[in-house]
């Protein structure tokens, strides 16, 4: 395998609808307007023969298929949560409990809730053939609000959310989601967990069910994000490789940064031992880049 990649992960917009992984798109991906000036229009779903031919030709290949998910949150509104109003956590006024972009939060303090998750993570894994998985927006499954980043307490709100289960505690029942999860996908499935550094009793909830945490944020294709991530990586280096595997975040080869941006972060990453991840295409990307 040229350039020593393990796998090929495709990202947000395969999906039926943004926040529904029951299923991918076929005619039109949610997200079929261009949100750049480069990218086109698209009539059909970008994966329309469906997920599992798409992960079949990633593994002809030599890699291991990935995926995007956030499997605690979702859109209550969809077709498949038509009957099922009470799988999702409420506020005190008995609306939805909703985290920013992160979606609803799926209650996994239900048991009809996890028994539906399993199947979803069951058949992307063991079906269509995804053995690495980016679990993203897992602050979702505490229900409490997003702190982006959060490199010290803050309050959060925990506690004002409503569980089916009132015994179960926010981290009880976000716990018992990401065992769900791990359980589905089997032990020989990489989980990548994103979005838990944004919220510190996520990432202690985390431990013991996850492979790897991103544990940087954005870093906008700018140097002063990737100067960001180098500390914050850098404050709970100790974890890795004893917790998990850290992520500080994907390596970027393009003209956003000089040749030597590009060598001072893919050193950083490979001296460090995190997790290694290349987010452009490569085939547009000039020899002097990919060979720094």
Same mark, same amino acid.
């Given at each position: 395998k040229?350039?020593?990649?393990?796998?090929l992960q495709?990202?947000?917009?395969?999906?039926?609808?943004?926040?529904?992984?029951?299923?991918?798109?076929v005619?039109?991906?949610?997200?079929s307007?261009?949100?750049?000036?480069?990218?086109?229009?698209?009539?059909?779903?970008?994966?329309?023969?469906?997920?599992?031919?798409?992960?079949?030709?990633?593994?002809?290949?030599?890699?291991a298929? &990935?995926?995007?998910?956030?499997?605690?949150g979702?859109?209550?509104?969809?077709? =498949?949560?038509?009957?099922? &109003?009470?799988?999702?956590?409420?506020?005190?006024?008995?609306?939805?409990?909703?985290?920013?972009?992160? &979606?609803?939060?799926?209650?996994?303090?239900?048991?009809?809730a996890?028994?539906?998750?399993?199947?979803?993570?069951?058949?992307?894994?063991?079906?269509?053939?995804?053995?690495?998985?980016?679990?993203?927006?897992?602050?979702?499954?505490?229900?409490?609000?997003?702190?982006?980043?959060?490199?010290?307490?803050?309050?959060?709100?925990?506690?004002?959310?409503?569980?089916?289960?009132?015994?179960?505690?926010?981290i009880?029942?976000?716990r018992?989601?990401?065992?769900?999860?791990?359980?589905?996908?089997g032990?020989?499935?990489?989980?990548?967990?994103?979005?838990?550094?944004?919220n510190?009793?996520?990432?202690?909830?985390?431990?013991?069910?996850v492979?790897?945490?991103r544990?940087?944020?954005?870093?906008?294709k700018?140097?002063? &994000?990737? =100067?960001?991530?180098v500390?914050?990586?850098?404050?709970?280096?100790?974890?890795?490789?004893?917790?998990?595997?850290?992520?500080?975040?994907?390596?970027?080869?393009?003209?956003?940064?000089?040749?030597?941006?590009v060598?001072?972060?893919?050193?950083?990453?490979?001296?460090?031992?995190?997790?290694?991840?290349?987010?452009?295409?490569?085939?547009d990307?000039?020899?002097?880049r990919?060979?720094?």
């Open positions: 040229k350039y020593g990649f393990d796998f495709i990202d947000d917009g395969w999906q039926i609808g943004r926040r529904d992984f029951t299923t991918h798109a005619d039109r991906p949610y997200a307007k261009p949100r750049f000036p480069e990218e086109p229009s698209r009539e059909k779903g970008p994966y329309s023969r469906g997920m599992k031919p798409t992960a079949e030709a990633i593994n002809r290949h030599g890699f298929a &990935g995926i995007w998910i956030t499997p605690f979702w859109d209550h509104k969809r077709p =498949v949560f038509a009957d099922h &109003g009470d799988w999702f956590v409420k506020r005190e006024d008995g609306s939805v409990y909703a985290v920013s972009w992160g &979606g609803d939060c799926l209650d996994m303090s239900h048991p009809k996890r028994k539906f998750l399993h199947g979803v993570i069951d058949r992307i894994a063991n079906d269509w053939g995804y053995k690495f998985f980016k679990l993203d927006a897992l602050w979702a499954g505490v229900a409490a609000k997003q702190l982006y980043p959060n490199p010290q307490y803050r309050p959060d709100n925990l506690g004002n959310a409503v569980f089916h289960d009132p015994q179960v505690t926010n009880e029942a976000f018992k989601g990401l065992k769900v999860v791990r359980e589905a996908a032990d020989d499935t990489y989980l990548l967990g994103c979005t838990a550094a944004q510190m009793r996520t990432l202690g909830g985390s431990i013991g069910l492979d790897s945490i544990v940087g944020v954005d870093s906008g700018k140097w002063e &994000g990737i =100067v960001a991530n500390k914050v990586s850098s404050s709970i280096y100790y974890l890795h490789g004893r917790v998990w595997h850290n992520d500080a975040d994907v390596l970027y080869l393009d003209k956003h940064f000089t040749l030597d941006q060598r001072a972060w893919a050193s950083w990453l490979a001296i460090t031992g995190n997790l290694y991840m290349v987010s452009n295409w490569l085939p990307v000039p020899a002097e990919i060979d720094a």
